[in-house]
């Protein structure tokens, strides 16, 4: 089955929590792809879904029906300076990798931070996380920064790489 065929992408509701959090805590716990230190409660994801759509931001899921993955989009640093600069989590489920799913849930991101008026997108990728990388290559995603050793997970220092995309049709970076 083509998963972007027969996938639906949808904004979450507050009853996705607990199929998010099967996603995302395994990454959490598991890998260094998130710096984030303890797994997330359905009602915090809850809560997460509310406040990003509250504030006109996306917080999308994948289901066919099952839930497969989920994306979402947040304000990349605070204050008004900022309000075009967003920032993208994205993860899929184990089985929905490599299915041409991730393309079909960051597309329809990019489409909602575009409605949003929303001129970059950022993706904050592990230094280490190398299909991560390439993933956001081939979407358009070029690196706009590299921090060394930013983010702390399993003792040891991992570097955090800022993968951004102009969604004006610009350049998919621009040197500082």
Same mark, same amino acid.
């Given at each position: 089955?083509?998963?972007?065929?027969?996938?639906?992408?949808?904004?979450?509701?507050?009853?996705?929590?607990?199929?998010?959090?099967?996603?995302?805590? /395994?990454?959490?716990?598991?890998?260094?792809?998130?710096?984030?230190?303890?797994?997330?409660? /359905?009602?915090?994801?809850?809560?997460?879904?509310?406040?990003?759509?509250?504030?006109?931001?996306?917080?999308?899921?994948?289901?066919? /029906?099952?839930?497969?993955?989920?994306?979402?989009?947040?304000?990349?640093?605070?204050? *008004?300076?900022?309000?075009?600069?967003?920032? #993208?989590?994205?993860?899929?489920? *184990?089985?929905?990798?490599?299915?041409?799913?991730?393309?079909?849930? #960051?597309?329809?991101?990019?489409?909602?931070?575009?409605?949003?008026?929303?001129?970059? #997108?950022?993706?904050?990728?592990?230094?280490?996380?190398?299909?991560? #990388?390439?993933?956001?290559?081939?979407?358009?995603?070029?690196?706009?920064?590299?921090? /060394?050793?930013?983010?702390?997970?399993?003792?040891?220092?991992?570097?955090?790489?800022?993968?951004?995309?102009?969604?004006?049709?610009?350049?998919?970076?621009? *040197?500082?």
């Amino acid at each position: 089955m083509d998963a972007r065929t027969a996938t639906t992408i949808r904004d979450a509701r507050a009853a996705d929590a607990a199929g998010i959090a099967a996603i995302w805590n /395994p990454i959490i716990r598991d890998t260094a792809i998130t710096f984030w230190p303890h797994e997330r409660s /359905p009602d915090e994801i809850a809560r997460i879904i509310a406040e990003r759509q509250a504030a006109g931001w996306a917080f999308l899921v994948a289901e066919t /029906p099952a839930l497969l993955g989920f994306a979402s989009f947040f304000q990349f640093r605070g204050g *008004p300076g900022y309000v075009r600069c967003m920032e #993208l989590t994205i993860y899929l489920a *184990p089985e929905a990798r490599g299915r041409g799913l991730g393309a079909t849930l #960051l597309t329809a991101l990019e489409d909602r931070a575009r409605a949003f008026g929303a001129s970059v #997108l950022l993706g904050g990728v592990t230094g280490s996380n190398a299909g991560s #990388l390439a993933f956001h290559r081939r979407m358009g995603y070029a690196e706009m920064g590299r921090i /060394p050793d930013a983010g702390w997970k399993f003792g040891q220092a991992h570097d955090l790489v800022l993968m951004g995309k102009r969604l004006d049709g610009d350049s998919a970076a621009r *040197p500082g």
